[in-house]
């Protein structure tokens, strides 16, 4: 079990159980027939498990990630439905029952004791916001709940029928998620039996398969206080799902004390504003990366991620590589934890949205992308300047706040402790251009290292440092500077 402190400075892997790794000789498929070619379209089940993912934990920890996020492990409706079949394991039905389809009691043990012996921790999806149904509007009836394997069959354990109204924040925690085809029927989280029931289930489930921190799905629809209990008798860290861009409604988890902390949802738009175009709008991001900062407790337990499960691939909607990998540095050095969604490091680009962003990874043969090696470069520099404890100005990179140090319309610099990025949207310019960071906190005549490209450069009069983004070759890449003193300490660009 880990706490929120421990979790400080990780970085996580989010992966779908169903669509990681495919069953093996070492991981036999739970469920048969397998598709022929697991294509999301046909939202079924293509074979991954708990001891799939065993298989490629060399991939994962080759990457240089600390921590994965898997899908529920709860038991799911097992039937076809109008969306066919519930691969992503978040149509739970019963919290106590684990999920058949993605292995035993000991599989689930055993992924966890194959994560820790690599000194890396698990981070379980958990839904308990809703149960689904394929009767909607005759849902709530104690016989149609049995039908459904529900674990709660009394209708006074549920909100009666509504669809949210998003203006509205009692009818977001009230009102049911779905639709006709498969109602999400909201558990009465006010119920006294429902809440000493998944109390005691939450803190038996993390204790007995050695869970470490959860990622709570749909926080948003749950009154506060309810998650205050609950993550208390978890006993680990939570992350919550606070889905959209208010800034102070998602910071309200924090300052509450509801959860540890929830995915940067606001940090992702601006993000996908300052990088998702070529000539993006810096603006924006700076705004709403100060606004993140002054406004969340501890910034530094924010989940950061430009893709997810619920969201287009940022390789379908921005192809130009640069701007990529730009995004992964803010999403990397940036006040957080990191999270990348499988394929991301694959450069996977189906995916405009649910269920197209569910691909199967195999079919890539986890290869050694270029991508990936920018992911690895990315928690290699994190490493090291935690486990050296960097300085600068006597503050490491874990304890000190970002600070915006200088940006345009098309560029940003930002320090965190003893790291500057220096970012663009500028994309694959037609002719070079060049962008100035007027006091970069180094002193004029001193040397500084970008640890992306082992390049040394000068830091002119004043302190300043100017970078240029060539139209052919480097283009509009990212760098991250150090003193040449830290380099040399960090060793990650060798002899320095
Ligand atoms: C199924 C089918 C799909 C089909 C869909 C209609 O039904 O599979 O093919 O298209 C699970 C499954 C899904 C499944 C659903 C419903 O269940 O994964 O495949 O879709 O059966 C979490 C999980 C998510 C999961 C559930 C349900 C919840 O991550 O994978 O879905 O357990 C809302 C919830 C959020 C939820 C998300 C999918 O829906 O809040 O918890 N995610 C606005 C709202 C958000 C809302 C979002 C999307 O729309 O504010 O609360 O999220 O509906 C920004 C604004 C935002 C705005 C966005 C769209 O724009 O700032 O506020 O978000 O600019
Ligand atoms: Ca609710």
């Known amino acids: 079990a880990a706490k929120a402190d421990q979790w400080k400075g990780k970085s996580i892997y989010q992966l779908f159980t169903d669509r990681f790794a495919p069953p093996s000789a070492t991981a036999p498929a739970r469920t048969s027939p397998l598709p022929e070619t697991c294509d999301p379209i046909q939202q079924t089940w293509c074979g991954g498990t708990w001891l799939s993912i065993i298989d490629k934990l060399d991939y994962i920890q080759g990457m240089g990630f600390d921590a994965i996020w898997i899908s529920p492990v709860s038991q799911n409706i097992d039937v076809y439905t109008p ?55 005759d849902a709530v009836n104690s016989t149609a709940l049995k039908l459904d394997g529900s674990l709660w069959t009394d209708p006074s354990e549920f909100h009666p029928q509504c669809w949210i109204d998003y203006s509205n924040q009692t009818s977001v925690e009230n009102c049911w998620l779905g639709d006709d085809k498969v109602a999400l029927m909201d558990v009465n989280t006010e119920n006294p039996t429902v809440v000493s029931t998944l109390n005691s289930w939450i803190g038996n489930l993390t204790s007995t398969y050695g869970i470490d921190g959860l990622r709570i799905d749909a926080a948003k629809h749950v009154p506060g206080p309810f998650w205050t209990k609950f993550c208390e008798a978890s006993g680990v860290f939570c992350i919550g799902e606070v889905y959209g861009s208010d800034i102070n409604f998602a910071a309200s988890f924090q300052t509450q004390k509801y959860m540890d902390s929830v995915l940067g ?58 701007l990529a990998y730009n995004a992964m540095v803010a999403q990397f050095i940036f006040d957080g934890l990191p999270i990348v969604y499988y394929g991301q490091e694959q450069d996977f680009s189906h995916g405009a949205g649910d269920p197209y962003n569910r691909a199967a990874l195999w079919p890539s043969n986890y290869a050694n992308t270029t991508t990936y090696q920018h992911i690895r470069r990315l928690n290699d520099i994190r ?25 345009t319309k098309t560029d940003v610099a930002f320090r965190k402790g003893p790291l500057l990025a220096v970012l663009t949207n500028r994309g694959s310019p037609a002719v070079p251009q060049a962008f100035g960071v007027p006091t970069s906190g180094w002193s004029a005549q001193s040397a500084v290292i970008d640890l992306l490209s082992c390049k040394q450069y000068a830091v002119g009069s004043g302190g300043a440092i100017s970078v240029s983004y060539a139209a052919s070759g480097y283009g509009g890449m990212p760098y991250i500077f150090v003193s040449q003193a830290d380099a040399a300490a960090l060793k990650i660009c060798g002899d320095v």
Not at 283 to 304: D, H
Not at 383 to 407: E, M, P, R, Y
Request: proline share 7%; aromatic share 14%.
């Open 265 to 322: 949802y606001p940090f992702y738009y601006g993000i996908v504003n300052g990088f998702g175009t070529p000539s993006g709008n810096m603006s924006n991001f700076v705004e709403i990366a100060q606004q993140t900062l002054a406004t969340f407790p501890q910034p530094g337990l924010l989940g950061n991620f430009i893709e997810n499960h619920d969201l287009p691939r940022w390789r379908n909607t921005t192809s130009d590589p640069q």
């Open 383 to 407: 490493h090291a300047v935690i486990g050296n404890n960097t300085q600068f100005n006597g503050k490491n990179f874990l304890d000190s706040q970002t600070t915006i140090v200088a940006s």
């Open 83 to 137: 969306y066919n079949y519930a691969y992503h394991g978040y149509w739970v039905n019963d919290p106590l029952v684990l999920n058949p389809r993605f292995g035993s009691a000991d599989d689930l043990k055993a992924l966890s004791n194959s994560l820790h012996a690599r000194g890396m921790y698990l981070m379980v999806d958990v839904v308990v916001n809703n149960v689904p149904s394929l009767n909607a509007y």
